[in-house]
């Protein structure tokens, strides 16, 4: 025989005495083999019979066995006394969760619908679950991710895969997320009913965000909507036991502030003060409207049991007119109709403009509810009975002529009467007056005569200004002209005085010179006076004379003889006398001076 005959001989003789051994073991020790991804369900073919209701022994009664076998070996489970059923052992895969449903227990309380949670080794421990009652059905406690060791005789486990053999969707047993920036509204569906009066069960502590529902019930807590609410993160969460609803948080935008208004919570213990007397304020956690308002941000408010009201704490501005503002606060508000004094019905648009300061905005809302019905409900019969009652003081033009006057009136007026309920007033503006078109005709007509005459006003004084614009021009034109005169006068008159000054000079040296020439003269007459009479004394008078007669002559070359002598006789002597004249000319034109020696007869 080969090597592989003997071989395979030995592995079918080892076979067979392995199966005779099982066999031996089994019928004549009780052997039971579990392995260990297994457990071993136990049934007692014969013993006590179970009490009324009970379907699992756990004082060796016939039937199935509240204990299990691990895996390993086990002996003394004879094939004629017990049955031994092998079951895969429970996984709950990771990012799941895994209901219970108890076949056996105390039976459940008619105010609940789940069976309480009880220490069992997370429903690993069936006869520690019966002991410590246990309640069949529905399970308030839950299988998280892991491998547990189940008696499937008391215990069916669903999980996502069997979900929908028992009536629900797969998503239903995932742990359950609340996505970021939003919070999950909880409605539980097991415990005592809410009080009467409440809309919500109290907050109640201790319960890990409903994730522990036998402490969530035993602290007190109520079936149906609860005022907690779920924040961000992953839950494991019993859809038997709570019914989650994800709304966005509550978000307080820049420039307002939320006043919580609080359908629940602990009774209502107003904190307003003796001085305000129009509304009541709580401390947060109460019912009412709270005195602390929420500031800008992100809140994980339940808008299922509390209300928030915005409130701007920017300037509002309000518009009684035909256009709205951003904020639609005054879309109802028009222009407002008011009768004059003299009787004529005209519009104004007029603009409001409040602020509500953050720690005025809950009194605000205590005493009003909203801004809208702060502008609704104050703010429109205040401004509007005002503009009425003022118009009727005034005429149409006294109104139109003192705007600014009456704009001022109507701020001080508002401003006080809005501050009672704790808004202020930053001011009142006056747009568009609308008055009457036929009073309007008239007065358009007096302004354009008007307009006309100070239009005719200007020009005339344009044609003046046009005039003195010329007269100036012309001036400045002969300007030149005109300095060149003033010099020149200023040079004459420079001049004369001059002429003046040197004629005096002039005349002082003439007669200092006359006062000279008489003093010589006088000198030289008293010596000629005295030389004369000396002379006469000497030579006589006659003697004297004849000297005085021939001196002269001699000095001042008197010809005694002509120069030319012409006879009488024919006329060759005149034309002898015209000769000599023209050459005694010709002698003197030459310079010599001599007088040529004339002949003739005589």
């Known amino acids: ?33 579990v392995n260990e991804r297994e457990v071993g369900v136990v049934i007692r073919k014969f013993g006590r019979a179970l009490p009324p209701g009970k379907l699992i022994a756990t004082n060796n009664e016939a039937g199935f066995q509240a204990d299990t076998l691990p895996p390993g070996w086990h002996f003394g489970y004879f094939p004629w006394k017990y049955a031994v059923r092998k079951a895969p052992m429970t996984i709950i895969p990771a990012g799941q969760i895994g209901l219970v449903l108890a076949a056996d227990g105390s039976p459940t309380p008619p105010e609940r619908i789940l069976g309480r949670a009880v220490d069992c080794d997370n429903f690993q421990d069936a006869r520690k679950f019966l002991k410590n009652r246990g309640e069949k059905g529905r399970q308030l406690g839950i299988l998280t991710g892991g491998t547990y060791r189940i008696n499937p005789a008391i215990f069916t486990v669903i999980t996502a895969a069997n979900a929908t053999e028992h009536g629900l969707l797969p998503e239903a047993l995932q742990v359950y997320s609340v996505q970021p920036d939003r919070v999950g509204i909880v409605t539980t569906l097991d415990g005592a009913s809410i009080d009467e009066g409440e809309i919500a069960g109290a907050i109640i502590h201790e319960h890990d965000n409903f994730q522990n529902a ?58 307003s003060g003796a001085s305000f007397k129009h509304g009541n304020l709580v401390d947060p956690g109460h019912k009412g409207v709270w005195v602390t308002p929420l500031y800008p941000g992100k809140h994980p408010i339940n808008p299922r049991v509390m209300k ?13 007119a035909s256009r709205t503002e951003a904020h639609k606060y005054d879309a109802y508000l028009s222009p407002i109709t008011v009768r ?14 409040i602020h509500i300061g953050a720690p005025e905005a809950p009194k605000v809302i205590s005493r009003v509810g909203s801004v809208q019905n702060l502008v609704d409900h104050v703010l429109q019969p205040i401004v509007g009975n005002y503009f009425r009652n003022s118009a009727q003081e005034y005429t149409v033009l006294d109104f139109l002529s003192a705007r600014s006057q ?33 009073l309007m005709l008239t ?28 007269r100036e021009t012309a001036m400045a034109d002969i300007q030149q002209d005109m300095v060149t005169a003033e010099q020149g006068v200023a040079i004459a008159d420079l001049q004369g005085q001059a002429s003046i000054k040197q004629a ?3 005349a002082e040296a003439t007669r200092l010179r006359a006062l000279g020439e008489a003093e ?71 310079g010599h001076g001599l007088t040529p020696a004339g002949s003739g007869e005589g």
Not at 5 to 18: K, P, Y
Not at 343 to 351: I, S
Not at 413 to 438: C, F, M, N, R, W
Not at 443 to 470: F, G, H, N, P
């Open 340 to 353: 004059s004094k003299d009787g004529f019905a005209f519009n104004l648009d007029v603009a409001q403009i």
């Open 214 to 271: 036998q402490v969530f019930l035993d602290s007190g807590g109520r079936r149906g909507l609860q005022e907690q609410v779920l924040l961000s993160g992953s839950w494991n969460l019993n859809p038997w036991f709570v019914k989650v609803e994800q709304v966005p948080m509550t978000e307080i935008p820049i420039g307002h502030v939320g006043i919580v208004i609080a359908y629940v919570g602990k009774e209502h213990q107003d904190v």
């Open 443 to 470: 007065q358009t007509d007096r302004k354009i005569a008007e307009e006309q005459r100070k239009t005719y006003e200007v020009q005339r004084e344009a044609q003046s200004q046009r005039q003195l614009l010329v």
């Open 1 to 33: 025989m080969s090597t592989t005959g003997v071989i395979l001989l030995v592995a079918i003789v080892g076979v067979f005495a392995l199966a005779v051994f099982a066999l031996f073991a089994k019928s004549f020790l009780g052997l039971v083999v």
């Open 504 to 506: 005096r000079g002039e």
């Open 308 to 320: 928030i009201e915005l409130v701007p704490t920017t300037n509002i501005v309000l518009n009684w």
């Open 406 to 438: 009456r704009q001022v009136e109507a701020a001080a007026h508002i401003q006080k009467a809005i501050s009672l309920y704790d808004v202020q007033a930053i001011d009142t503006l006056i747009g568009d007056i609308t008055p009457p078109g036929e």
């Open 520 to 590: 010589a003269i006088r000198t030289t007459g008293s010596a000629r006076a005295e030389a004369y009479q000396a002379g006469v004394q000497a030579l006589g008078t006659q003697g004297y004379t004849a000297l005085q007669l021939m001196q002269i002559v001699g000095e001042r070359n008197v010809r005694i003889v002509s120069d030319v002598a012409v006879n009488g006789a024919g006329s060759g002597g005149l034309v002898d006398g015209l000769l000599g004249m023209v050459m005694h000319s010709q002698v003197q034109a030459n």
